[in-house]
């Protein structure tokens, strides 16, 4: 999705994809493109100027090791933008409360995530892989995958509005996700 959104952009990028059908799906839309895991992918050192990790780490076994290789493949002032979901969000510490951890389709507890990350927890993954967090933003649910058609009704904008404020003062209570921008820590910046 991220290769077809930047299409036309003039950005020259590549991709990493697993699954082979989505793999194929995406091709099209990248310079170069390996389908085969982060870890097997033999990415170039020093190549890249930015690089998207957007819901992956949670899903690989060791995501540490994963991000000193991309810090490698990165140029040294690359930009680096991370997100990962938010296992402390208070709709876990309720299901935690009340005795249950599910696994679910989607979401922060997706059945295929093998890693799960506090803010805290994250920032060091970061940090001791070499990188510089410049910035931190935390999210709030994506509520048009709750509600599909909801977005022009008013409750939707109520809630959209009750949920910004909430995360924008309790982000670490009511952020379902965080997303890091970092730089290898040897640019400098």
């Known amino acids: 999705?991220?290769?077809?959104?930047?299409?036309?952009?003039?950005?020259?990028?590549?991709?990493?994809?697993?699954?082979?059908?989505?793999?194929?799906?995406?091709?099209?839309?990248?310079?170069?493109?390996?389908?085969?895991?982060?870890?097997?992918?033999?990415?170039?050192?020093?190549?890249?100027?930015?690089?998207?990790?957007?819901?992956?780490?949670?899903?690989?076994?060791?995501?540490?090791?994963?991000?000193?290789?991309?810090?490698?493949?990165?140029?040294?002032?690359?930009?680096?933008?991370?997100?990962?979901?938010?296992?402390?969000?208070?709709?876990?510490?309720?299901?935690?409360?009340?005795?249950?951890?599910p696994k679910f389709e989607r979401g922060i507890l997706d059945r295929t995530h093998l890693q799960f990350f506090t803010r805290d927890t994250a920032e060091q993954m970061l940090k001791s892989a070499g990188l510089k967090i410049e910035k931190v933003t935390a999210t709030g649910v994506p509520l048009e995958h709750l509600w599909a058609g909801g977005e022009g009704r008013a409750l939707f904008k109520l809630i959209r509005g009750c949920q910004n404020i909430a995360v924008d003062i309790v982000p670490r209570f009511a952020g379902y996700q965080w997303v890091f921008q970092a730089r290898p820590r040897s640019a400098g910046k």
């Open 1 to 101: 999705m991220l290769g077809e959104l930047l299409q036309g952009s003039g950005l020259v990028i590549d991709g990493v994809e697993p699954t082979l059908e989505w793999a194929e799906l995406a091709k099209p839309f990248y310079r170069n493109f390996f389908s085969t895991t982060v870890e097997g992918a033999n990415l170039p050192d020093g190549s890249y100027d930015a690089i998207v990790c957007a819901d992956v780490l949670e899903h690989l076994p060791d995501p540490h090791a994963v991000l000193k290789q991309l810090v490698k493949a990165a140029t040294p002032d690359a930009t680096f933008l991370i997100s990962v979901p938010n296992i402390a969000h208070f709709s876990v510490r309720l299901m935690l409360l009340a005795g249950r951890f």
